[in-house]
């Protein structure tokens, strides 16, 4: 088992993000991106096992989150510097360490690539419970419980706070999520096309610019994820090959049993032999 070594991460805007590297070889360098409430730890035995197949391996907790709490708190944290500052840092950390470089992201994690400039030179991404939620995607059976989150507990459980328990959410016993992200999330969800809301006014012009070839990984038992809000994401990278993957894992994954090690010989196997066959990005250089 490949033991990860601590990293600072510097961000753009001088943020310092609590980052994790497992050197693991030359072929090549995978970004994880995380789930919203799930701090990098969640991801350390997935992190180690690419990193036995000879991939180089970085996690990181987001500004505001987990083990980067401190580096900046409240509604100083917006949710969208997820993507544009960390992610961005992470992505040029992989970029300097080889030319074969690739993401691979969680829920929340599939949805910033966009945000983050560096992602155009991506040599593969692999996205695992991605979405672009929006209540109209949901079965109706699941709408008051997620319209309640959206429209009442984030709201009101950020208000004059830094922090707020994901406990007080129905999110489960994770780190605290700094407000400024939960408010951020829930905004998102509020809006007819999530973060892609014209209105939000946020600078989409680098999902076009995505070329990398996705997989996408979607699970039957995913009630986080149906399908048709896989879709509603993966609609924003026009350029993308997009190969479509895990009907046939009908049960026992979920949104979260991906990363588990139970699906070692399964789900990670057949992720990694599809990131060996990636090339390096046309123009990319470490």
């Known amino acids: 088992m490949i033991q990860a070594q601590p990293l600072s991460l510097r961000c753009a805007d001088s943020v310092t993000l609590s980052a994790r590297e497992y050197a693991g070889g030359d072929a090549g360098a995978v970004v994880i991106s995380a789930a ?47 993507g544009r500052q960390d992610l961005e840092a992470l992505l040029q950390r992989a970029r300097s360490v080889n030319a074969r470089h690739f993401l691979v992201g969680h829920s929340i994690g599939c949805q910033i690539p966009g945000l983050a400039p560096s992602s155009s030179s991506l040599s593969g991404a692999v996205f695992v419970a991605g979405t672009a939620p929006h209540l109209r995607y949901y079965p109706w059976g699941q709408r008051p419980a997620l319209g309640l989150l959206w429209y009442g507990l984030v709201p009101w459980f950020t208000r004059g706070r830094d922090a707020v328990p994901q406990s007080k959410l129905g999110l489960g016993k994770g780190p605290a999520l700094p407000v400024g ?37 979607n699970f039957p038992d995913d009630q986080y994820a149906p399908r048709a809000a896989v879709e509603a994401l993966l609609r924003h990278y026009p350029q993308a090959r997009i190969e479509r993957c895990g009907d046939e894992f009908t049960q026992g994954v979920g949104h979260f049993g991906y990363f588990r090690e139970a699906h070692r010989d399964t789900l990670w196997r057949r992720t990694a032999d599809w990131l060996a066959q990636q090339p390096p990005a046309s123009g990319a250089t470490p």
């Open 36 to 82: 919203l409430g799930v701090p990098q730890g969640f991801y350390a035995a997935y992190a180690s096992w690419l990193a036995a197949q000879g991939l180089h391996v970085i996690t990181c907790d987001n500004r505001g989150f987990g083990d980067s709490a401190k580096a900046l708190r409240g509604i100083a944290v917006d949710l969208a510097d997820w």
């Open 181 to 217: 992200a939960a408010a951020g999330w829930a905004r998102w969800a509020r809006s007819r096309d999530y973060l892609f809301t014209p209105e939000l006014g946020l600078d989409l012009s680098g999902y076009g610019q995505i070329r990398a070839p996705i997989l996408a990984w």
